[in-house]
């Protein structure tokens, strides 16, 4: 249940529990560039693992369950290394836009916003992939990306986290005048909120990211978690989503360079397992859209599909 929100339910196949859509964000090199500003050796060879070593394991699982994911795939990512990103076109999982050099958009103006995402679009375009959905590097978007990607023809959005389980329309919140607090300038009265946009958000969680947890990065972050706790928490919320929601979607994210390591493999071999004894169905994120009831945002008295256009 939400108040203000347009949240929508995903229509489930006849018997199935909770869609799962596995998000495969196949940074690469790029994170390191974009992201952490990072370009020593030591650190694009992460990159570099995830591409020519990691990319494999995960479609060599993903055949072994008979599954279909969604890979974010920037275009650096393409440019640099295409041979594994046909790969994962020609096995039949979708590619969606994330990005050039996995750049951060609240760093820049509009238009330089914009030429990242014509730049990421053509870099995709030289795989023979057209995507229907963005996902922000970093899980960041700026007061321009929604109304960018409304422009250039998406049809979703997977980068922010009003909800957790189920697909809505995301509202900018428009702040109050500030008054002064201490050193800060603070709001003064209620925030209000714009209206929706018309692309579908398909939310993400850091609760359910492979990466924070069990990457290593020097005086940033501690990573090396045990992968049963990670397990442990993945499972809790889909047993969650499973037993008391209805038409929910439950939606990890996975780095090649990260889940391609033996650990995690056999960690999402024996999750991805349990999911499907549970019911899941596995859809991609573009099946999810297509596939959730949610009353249009200009429109909150009726239902209708939401369905990418």
């Not at 489930?12 to 495969?24: D, F, N, Q, R, S």
């Not at 920037?74 to 050099?101: L, N, Q, S």
């Not at 209805?246 to 999750?271: A, N």
């Amino acid at each position: 249940m939400t108040y203000q929100q347009v949240a929508g339910r995903v229509k489930l196949p006849a018997g199935k529990t909770v869609a799962v859509g596995l998000g495969i964000d196949f940074d690469a090199l790029s994170l390191w560039d974009g992201t952490f500003h990072t370009l020593s050796p030591e650190y694009l060879s992460r990159g570099e693992f995830g591409a020519e070593v990691g990319a494999g394991r995960l479609l060599k699982l993903f055949e072994k369950h008979g599954i279909k994911t969604t890979w974010c795939i920037p275009g650096h990512t393409a440019d640099t290394f295409p041979e594994p990103c046909k790969d994962v076109r020609d096995a039949g999982h979708e590619i969606a836009h994330h990005g050039y050099a996995h750049e951060n958009p609240t760093l820049v103006d509009r238009e330089t916003e914009r030429q990242v995402l014509v730049r990421g679009l053509e870099a995709l375009a030289r795989i023979d992939v057209q995507p229907r959905g963005y996902r922000s590097p970093g899980w960041d978007v700026s007061p321009h990306t929604l109304d960018l990607l409304e422009e250039l023809g998406f049809a979703w959005d997977s980068s922010l986290m009003a909800n957790d389980l189920h697909p809505y329309y995301p509202r900018p919140v428009i702040w109050p005048a500030t008054i002064q607090h201490g050193p800060h300038k603070v709001a003064g009265s209620a925030s209000r909120f714009g209206p929706p946009s018309p692309i579908l958000e398909l939310p993400v969680s850091w609760f359910l990211d492979d990466f924070p947890t069990q990457e290593f990065i020097s005086q940033r972050q501690a990573g090396l978690t045990p992968v049963s706790a990670l397990e442990e928490r993945w499972r809790a919320i889909f047993d969650y989503a499973a037993r008391e929601e209805e038409g929910c979607c439950f939606l990890p994210t996975i780095h090649p360079q990260t889940s391609g390591r033996p650990h995690m493999l056999t960690m999402l071999d024996r999750l991805i397992g349990y999911m499907q004894e549970q019911d899941a169905a596995f859809m991609t994120l573009s099946e999810i859209a297509a596939a959730t009831e949610i009353a249009q945002p200009d429109q909150p008295s009726s239902a209708s599909s939401g369905k990418p256009r």
